[in-house]
């Protein structure tokens, strides 16, 4: 294991220069603390979890110290922002710190958020505040926890700067880990500004550091764009497996790799609703739970508007055509796990609806309901679970069409079934409700709340003794917050 200042540099994209980045110093925060760190992300910088106590930690993720071989840069990028084109967009108030690399080789983007000004901030302040810097911290590495795609949090440091949103609160600062920080508004940003040689030392970039196995096809740029399609087809179907809503699915904020990314107003279902808008100043519902399907497509059709230079359109309406049958299968693959089915029938699709439908109009837990019914048999299962619907008529029907189901799947016993069925089905998340307790605690100096509500989402499927009150549905004043979307 490593002390901080044995990690390995090698700053690739910086390296690409002052038509990409800007180099620019971090702004200390005032009396910088330690949050919370994820021994997790420790781990990916092969770091020894003990140095996040050090003070030289909080000093350097608040921003007071650097590495000498790090070389903190502000991207520029530009971005569809609710269907409409920005031009000029960028990192307003995060710095690639650099990259890193652990000892399996990988390597590990450090960016720091709410690291101050920079030439790309706009009207903004640069400024980031501890409750979205803890919510962001949470939500990646619950995330990860379930096995859905996402930009990593090694820390939250807090501090006593001032920082001004709809209140005075307090700025803090979170790393945040990816192995890439190019979004799709990149591509965009050098295609609108016509710019098409950096265009395409951009594309080389990400081909060669991350999609180099499509070097092997005949057209690997094509080939690139596929794989895109694919892991965000993978990813979205995730989110709605899991009831994840990002909330801002600008194209700014979606990843060249298919990994979720920068956490603003997003929450997971309590009750299960398709047209659940997480983010309250999406009037429109452009980013509703059940819009992201679509939204994922149309987010893909502007990046291949900004590929048009490298690959033929024709070629890049086949590739996107791709998009929905990925998601579909990915979907319903996730969703018969979440069943505990294991095998596939032709009306599981059906089947899945039905159900989610029955939820809908019962306003019905959706995370607890699955947990719930690979707890026992399915025949007692659903006899336990009938009560939580309205429609009970609707329920039975439903309930015989699974236990039949159920029955022709295979012949495995209850203590299987709920060993497997427990492994696809979380019994924690993140609920608005848990983040604004702990953040709330936070807010008055208390960190314990934040560090407990992670350790409980690193392992979401395991029932953890004493954890009761983290798997319970929101209590009246938690279950429609308003998230600030200021952050
Ligand atoms: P977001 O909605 O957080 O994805 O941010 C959209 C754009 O606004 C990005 O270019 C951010 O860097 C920028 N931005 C957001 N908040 C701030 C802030 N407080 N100061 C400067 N720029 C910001
Ligand atoms: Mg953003």
């Known amino acids: 294991m490593k002390a901080l200042d044995e990690l390995t540099f090698d700053n690739r994209f910086a390296r690409l220069g002052d038509a990409f980045s800007t180099h620019v ?14 021994n997790a992300a420790m781990a990916l910088l092969d770091l020894d979890p003990a140095v996040a106590e050090t003070p030289v930690f909080a000093e350097l993720f ?31 108030r995060g710095l690639l710190l650099g ?16 690291a101050g000004m920079t030439p790309y901030s706009r009207m903004g302040d640069g400024r980031a505040v501890l409750r979205s810097s803890i919510r962001e911290f949470l939500a990646s590495e619950a995330l990860h926890a379930l096995g859905i795609p ?73 080939a690139m764009f596929r794989e895109i399609v694919e892991r965000n ?3 979205i179907a995730k989110w709605q497996a899991y009831g994840f809503c990002h909330g801002v699915m600008n194209t700014d904020n979606m990843s060249i790799l298919g990994i979720t990314f920068d956490f603003g107003p997003f929450a ?16 429109e519902g452009r980013y509703s739970f059940s ?18 230079p ?31 089915l294991t095998t596939a029938e032709d009306d599981d699709q059906k089947l899945v609806e039905g159900l989610l439908k029955l939820m809908q109009n019962s306003g019905v837990d959706y995370t607890l309901l699955f947990r719930r019914l690979g707890d026992e048999s399915a025949e007692l299962a659903v006899t336990r679970l009938r009560d939580d619907f309205v429609d009970l008529a609707g329920f039975d029907a439903w309930a015989q069409l699974y236990k039949d189901r159920v029955a022709r799947d295979g012949d495995y016993s209850e203590e299987q079934r709920r060993e497997r069925m427990h492994a696809a089905n979380p019994l924690y998340i993140l609920r608005n409700y848990l983040a604004q307790n702990a953040i709330a605690a936070a807010e008055a100096g208390d960190y314990s709340e934040v560090r407990r509500l992670h350790e409980v989402l690193s392992k979401p499927f395991e029932e953890q003794a004493g954890m009761e009150q983290y798997a319970q549905r929101p209590p009246d004043w938690g279950k429609h917050l308003e998230i600030s979307c200021s952050s």
């Open 268 to 283: 997971f279902l309590d009750d299960f609703d398709a047209h659940f808008i997480c983010n309250h100043s999406d009037h």
């Open 99 to 114: 990259e890193v690399y652990n000892q399996a080789g990988e390597h590990w983007d450090l960016h720091l958020k709410g």
């Open 150 to 222: 996402s930009s990593r949090a090694l820390c939250v440091i807090g501090s006593s700067t001032p920082v001004w949103r709809e209140k005075q609160e307090r700025g803090a600062m979170v790393l945040r880990l990816a192995p890439s920080h190019v979004r799709f508004g990149h591509f965009e940003y050098f295609y609108y500004t016509k710019k098409p040689e950096q265009q395409a030392e951009l594309a080389e970039h990400v081909l060669n550091l991350h999609y180099p196995e499509c070097r092997e096809q005949p057209e690997p740029y094509l």
């Open 291 to 308: 819009n992201q399907v679509p939204i994922g497509q149309w987010n893909l059709s502007a990046l291949a508007q900004a590929l048009t």
């Open 233 to 235: 087809a993978e990813m």
């Open 310 to 340: 490298f690959i033929s359109v024709d070629a890049l309406k086949e590739a996107l055509g791709l998009y929905l049958p990925f998601y579909q299968a990915h979907y319903l693959d996730l969703m018969r796990r979440r069943l505990g």
């Open 62 to 92: 608040g921003g007071h110290k650097l590495w000498a071989e790090a070389e903190p840069r502000a991207m520029v990028y530009s971005g569809h922002q609710f269907g409409g084109y920005t031009p000029q967009l960028g990192d307003g």
């Open 25 to 38: 110093l971090p702004e200390p925060l005032d009396e910088p603390r330690l949050v919370v760190a994820s």
